[in-house]
């Protein structure tokens, strides 16, 4: 049997494996002892309902996973790549197009594959724990958005890099070179060209909230280029703030959900927090990281790109490109874990020192803390994640031990950069 075949379904087993395993400890490590930090914050039927929350949404990805795996295995091995090359090819005899129309069928078949996951996730799970305010016609409109986007950027991308890889020597490294510089551009428009397609971006309006905001960031001397209210509400009760965008086009965005619930001391906490994320460099180093794990990508990509051995996995005869390129991804998914895994304990650190940046900067700990509970309780959280969950999954620490460094910060642990 073909050598990357065997590894290729091994590895769709192992993750499979490897993903029931730690969803399972998971939920054996759920505790229904509210923790210290929240008695008088989560009442027992509320942390109940979040406990059922989470067993709910993880027997549903169970259900998912346990059945995509087989869908895939029985895809690779009955041809289903092979019947999309047929007609692609049969489609144009330019291989760009091609590759074009190979994505898009795929990209296709994965919406409407995924389709039924994402109804019963958004309109029978949320909506049972109270937090889908997602209408059929929003729903609807996400997805055609989506596809658009897709369409708009991604096509010209996937053909361009097609065209470098088929016509220019050492395409691996100017494939990452227009890779980057599209990247760059993309972070640059998204948050006035991308992101208003999917919620109302408002400016935040003249009051305490906004003239406190001001005022701390004109103390770290942190120039805003907009604070920013969007309609987090159009889609589900819960809450979130972000920073998003570089240079001119930067921008804090509170959730209308996140205003509405907390104090403006707690809002002032979480908007410190997002300013020390980019005051300790932590977004330019994201930025750089996220280059390298795309070089890294690239280069391997380029040893395997014409192994005929790769396509005669997936029953397709000679090495189209565009395949390829999709066919590689399997191949790299180890590496992907890895890199993940490393950039998910870099990410942890980050929020550490965010919450100091905040404690510190503030002097009010004590309102970031309440955020934190108040945040957890309303997005119903898991308290007691498994520490192997956390390994492998969370991008930020658990909300008690978050709560447990900002009780004890150290301003020595903030490092600005």
């Known amino acids: 049997m073909n050598g990357y075949l065997i590894f290729i379904l091994a590895l769709l087993v192992f993750n499979w494996l490897l993903s029931l395993i730690v969803e399972t400890l998971n939920l054996r490590n759920v505790s229904t002892e509210i923790p210290a930090e929240f008695q008088g914050i989560y009442d027992s039927e509320k942390y109940a309902k979040s406990q059922r929350y989470l067993r709910d949404n993880t027997r549903f990805g169970q259900l998912q996973a346990g059945i995509m795996l087989p869908l895939t295995i029985a895809f690779i091995l009955l041809g289903g ?29 994965g919406q409407l594959v995924g ?35 897709t369409v708009i950027l991604g096509a010209p991308i996937f053909a361009l890099i097609l065209w470098i890889f088929s016509s220019v020597a050492n395409a691996w490294l100017w494939a990452w070179g227009a890779l980057a510089v599209i990247q760059l551009f993309i972070m ?16 935040l309006e003249e009051g305490e909230l906004r003239e406190r905001i001001q005022n701390f960031a004109t103390g770290q ?26 240079g001119k086009t930067k921008r804090i965005a509170l959730f209308d959900t996140l205003i509405e619930k907390h104090t403006v001391a707690e809002l002032v906490g979480v908007l ?10 932590h977004i330019k180093k994201s930025i750089v990281i996220s280059l390298a794990s795309s070089l890294l990508m690239f280069f391997i990509l380029s040893l395997f790109i014409t192994k005929g051995g790769l396509y005669a996995a997936f029953g397709i005869e000679g090495t189209p490109l565009y395949a390829g390129f999709l066919f590689f991804g399997f191949l790299y998914a180890p590496i992907s874990m890895i890199l993940g895994l490393l950039g998910n304990i870099l990410s942890r650190k980050h929020e550490y020192q965010a919450d100091a940046f905040a404690a ?43 709560i447990k460094a900002l009780r004890n910060f150290d301003k020595k642990i903030i490092t600005a950069v």
């Open 81 to 109: 790549f092979r019947w999309i090359n047929s007609l692609a090819q049969a489609a144009s005899g330019h291989m760009i197009l091609q590759g074009l129309v190979f994505g898009g069928v795929l990209i296709l078949l």
């Open 115 to 149: 389709l039924p996951f994402s109804i019963y996730d958004t309109f029978v799970i949320e909506e049972k724990y109270g937090f889908n305010k997602t209408t059929v016609k929003t729903f609807i409109l996400d997805i055609v958005k989506s596809l658009l986007i």
């Open 188 to 203: 640059f428009i998204a948050p006035v060209v991308i992101l208003p397609l999917f919620n109302k971006f408002t400016p």
């Open 221 to 246: 001397k942190y120039k805003l280029s907009g604070i920013f209210k969007i309609d987090g509400s159009r889609r589900s009760t819960k809450s979130n703030a972000y920073f998003t965008g570089f």
């Open 272 to 281: 410190a927090h997002e300013i020390g994320h980019c005051k300790l460099g």
């Open 360 to 402: 510190e900067t503030t002097n009010e700990p004590g309102e970031m803390i309440s955020a934190l509970k108040k945040l957890s309780v309303d997005n119903l959280s898991n308290l007691t994640p498994h520490p192997l969950k956390v390994f492998l999954e969370y991008s930020h620490p658990p909300v008690l031990k978050r």
